[in-house]
Structure formats: structure tokens, C-alpha cells
């Protein structure tokens, strides 16, 4: 018995170590030199471009030692965890120059970029030096992070846009504008660099759920869905990678008295033991070199006598495809999110399909900048997020679900779905693929993900 035990813990070993190997995650020295090279090539590609977009030819971002403002975040470099005491950033582009002059109003450099702009030596005060830099530039528009429509966008507390004006001198006050729509456009805007990544990360997502979807994590009849979520949140961590929220595993199943097909989604499931004939649902998310995935995947427990999905089932599945088409095909630049959904809506309607979208931009944060299409709590107008327009090279968790009844079940069943993609601008291209089939548990071959 000892020597069977023994076994079976070192082909667990085995299968953990196999399994890392594949999902290829850099050292934390390496993640720190590609998030700094990213943010050199997004300064000097991103920035330019978007400010000019923006009509804003002046940015200034203030905060405090961990009361960072959200933008700020994604200007420091990997090695910085906060800012330090007050961080002031400085960007300019003057008229006609296709480069941005960066400075740090600090005690130090900020990465590369931004150099050192300020001397406590020779002039004590913080905020005048500031205010003598931006005078001396004399910008047209002076943006700062105050925004009505996104949180990201809103950095700027009181006690600094107070600071700010109060040693603004009068013709400069008139200059200051929102920057909500320069954030937006630098934090959603992906570069090739990013997205030649964004595939791997999203693989790497994908092989966890796969591997936690499995007959190597549930035993049906003994294994949770909270006993699944928590094996999640301990090999995010054993893989030295990051998640921005908890992740979520629930069922639907055949019993015509169970209604979790009816669950508000602001209510977490309960715990569950996992029994042969449910479909389990998952939502997971990880970040990695500063990226974020937001996936919601499926899999069936085979019941004994059965060796693969019921076709009912897959079925269903291909109304929940049909349905990530849809949307998709609506995806054209310039197109606000509030069109977008619409125009969705519409095409669900001629062909009967019942369900909700509530897509959502990914990127530095899980639900990030950019065009909100649709809410799960409401399938109409989003307004402020939802009138802001699709650009090209940004990526999108294109989320639904679909409403499909089951004869078998007697019920209905709800196809939840959940899929990074990239829009360049005339096509969405799924990061990693999306699933088309729906995972067995256990599995047949020895691959992980069945897709």
C-alpha cells in the first residue's frame, strides 16, 4: 500500500512538472525585462499616436506613493511597485513633432523615459516646478485624469487637482481638459510586441483550465466546484503568475427543480459536489507580463456508460458559436458599443437565439478601457462607455451566453462563453482559439484541452 502511494505521488509530480514545462512562464528578472522594453516601444509608438488622436498635446499625471492613479501604474517600470512619495509625469508633444518629450517632476528617473525634471536642492517646491515646466511649453491643451466614464480614467484625487489649480496661473486654468479619451486610447491600444505575446498568455490560461476541468483534479462524487476553484488559485500561484479576480465554477444539470440556469449573476453558487451528467462552467483570469485573460470554458462528467458528450449538449454548444459570430461580425471601426450591441440584438432576433452579450475591452486590466458592449444586468444602451468607438489593435473578452432549451432536460440550459480576441481593425482573430467542443471529463486521449 505504501509503495502504491508512493507511486501515485510521484506520477502527480510528474504530471504537474510535465505539465509547467509546457506552459512556458518566464522568471521574474525576465518578465521585468520585456514589460520594460514593451513600455520603451509603447512610449515611443503608442503614446505620439494617441495624443494626437485625443487632441491633447500636454499630459500631466500626478499621485502619491500607493494611492496611485491606474494610468500611472502602466508608465512605471517593472521594478517599481508604487509610486514614490509624489510621482509627477510630464508628456508633451509639440506641434509637428512625431515624438513625445517625457519628464519625471521626482527625485528620480522614472524608467528610461521619463528623466529627472525636478532639483529639491534648488527649488523646494514640487508643484511650482511643475507649473514653471508647463508654462515654459506653453501647450494648448493640458490633459489630466479626471473622467466621467471609466474608473481608469479618473486617477486625479482632490487634493492633487486642487494642488494643480491653485498653482496654475489664470491663462493656463482655461487649458486644462479631461484626458479620459488619451487614457482610454493608451491603455487599450495593443502593439505587435504585446500581441505577438498575448496568444502565449491566453494558451497559458487555457492549459490551466483544461488541466483543472480533468480527471486529474475532480474525482466526481467526492471533488467541489469551490474544492476546483481553490486548486486554480494554487496553481496560478505555484506557476509564479497572477490572477485579478477569483475564479468561478458552477453546474447546470438535468434536475427540472435545480434553476441555476436562472442565477443572477451578481449571486456566487454555492458549493456543489460534482456528480456524473453535470456541465461545469468556469470563469478564470490571470496576468502575466502585465496583460490580463478573462476566459469562461465548459465541461461535461460523462456518465458511466457513456464515452463522450451527448450530442444535445454539443449542440448547444454550436447555438453559443453562432451566436460569438454574431457579435463579431459586427465589429467595424468606428462603431460605438452601444451600436455594436444593437446591431447584434437585431440578427439574434431574426434567428431566434435567445441570450445576452456583455463583451467587455482586456488588456493592462481585466475589464479594461474601451467600448463596454452590453451588461449582463442590461441588453440596452450603455451610455458614456457604451458610446465610445471601436478602434483597430485593441483585444476584447467577447462574453455571452445563450439560452437553449433541452428536451432532454426538460429545462433550459444557459451556453456561457468567454473568449479573448484581437480586432485589427477589420477582423476579430480569437487569441487562442475558442472552443468548439466541450470538454469530457475524463478525457479520452491524454491531451489537457479537447478543442
Known amino acids: 500500500m505504501k509503495k502504491l502511494i508512493v507511486f501515485f505521488l510521484a506520477a502527480m509530480c510528474w504530471q504537474s512538472v510535465s505539465i509547467a514545462q509546457q506552459l512556458h512562464v518566464l522568471s521574474q528578472r525576465e518578465q521585468a525585462a520585456v514589460i520594460d522594453q514593451w513600455l520603451e516601444e509603447r512610449i515611443q509608438t503608442v503614446l505620439p499616436a494617441v495624443m494626437d488622436r485625443a487632441g491633447i498635446d500636454m499630459w500631466v499625471i500626478i499621485s502619491r506613493e500607493y494611492n496611485e492613479d491606474p494610468v500611472i501604474r502602466t508608465f512605471l517600470p517593472a521594478t517599481w511597485h508604487a509610486a514614490r512619495r509624489r510621482t509627477m509625469l510630464l508628456m508633451y508633444k509639440p506641434k509637428g513633432s512625431d515624438q513625445v518629450e517625457a519628464l519625471a517632476v521626482a527625485r528620480y528617473d522614472v524608467g528610461k523615459s521619463f528623466k529627472k525634471a525636478w532639483d529639491p536642492d534648488t527649488q523646494a517646491d514640487q508643484y511650482q516646478r511643475l507649473v514653471d515646466l508647463i508654462a515654459e511649453r506653453n501647450p494648448e491643451k493640458i490633459g489630466i485624469n479626471m473622467a466621467k466614464d471609466y474608473g481608469h ?18 491663462q493656463l486654468k482655461s487649458r486644462v481638459v479631461s484626458a479620459q479619451n488619451l487614457a482610454v486610447g493608451w491603455l487599450e491600444t495593443r502593439t505587435p510586441s504585446e500581441m505577438a505575446t498575448y496568444r502565449h498568455i491566453q494558451a497559458i490560461a487555457n492549459q490551466i483550465i483544461a488541466e483543472g476541468l480533468s480527471e486529474h483534479v475532480i474525482t466526481p ?11 486554480y488559485r494554487d496553481r496560478i500561484k505555484e506557476l509564479k503568475l497572477d490572477t485579478w479576480f477569483h475564479p468561478t465554477v458552477d453546474i447546470q444539470r438535468a434536475d427540472p427543480s435545480s434553476q441555476e440556469h436562472m442565477r443572477n449573476f451578481a449571486v456566487k453558487p454555492d458549493a ?3 456528480m456524473p451528467g453535470d ?4 470563469d478564470f483570469g490571470i496576468t ?10 465548459l465541461a461535461y462528467v460523462l456518465k458511466p456508460g457513456e464515452d463522450e458528450v451527448p450530442q444535445y449538449l454539443k449542440d448547444a454548444l454550436k447555438v453559443g458559436n453562432r451566436l460569438q459570430d454574431i ?8 462603431r460605438t458599443g452601444n451600436e455594436i450591441l444593437r446591431e447584434t440584438r437585431k440578427q439574434m432576433d431574426k434567428e431566434g437565439i435567445k441570450g445576452s452579450i456583455y463583451s467587455h475591452p482586456l488588456g493592462y486590466h481585466g475589464h479594461a478601457s474601451g467600448p463596454t458592449i452590453g451588461m449582463w444586468d442590461n441588453q440596452g444602451d450603455t451610455p458614456g462607455a457604451g458610446d465610445y468607438p471601436l478602434y483597430p489593435n485593441t483585444v476584447y473578452a467577447i462574453e455571452l451566453n445563450a439560452v437553449v432549451f433541452l428536451k432532454e432536460w426538460n429545462k433550459e440550459y444557459r451556453v456561457m462563453l468567454e473568449e479573448g480576441a484581437f480586432f485589427d481593425g477589420e477582423k476579430v482573430i480569437y487569441l487562442n482559439g475558442r472552443q468548439k467542443e466541450i470538454m469530457p471529463i475524463p478525457r479520452k486521449s491524454n491531451h489537457l484541452r479537447n478543442h
Do not use: C
Open 288 to 297: 502575466y507580463l502585465r496583460l490580463n485573460t478573462d476566459t469562461q470554458q
Open 327 to 334: 457579435l463579431t461580425s459586427n465589429f467595424k471601426t468606428g
Open 272 to 274: 456543489e459536489v460534482i
Open 153 to 170: 480614467a479618473d486617477g486625479i484625487n482632490l487634493t492633487e487637482y486642487n494642488s494643480l489649480m491653485q498653482y496654475l496661473p489664470e
Open 221 to 231: 462524487g467526492v471533488t467541489t466546484t469551490e474544492d476546483v476553484q481553490w486548486w
Open 279 to 282: 456541465m461545469l462552467h468556469i
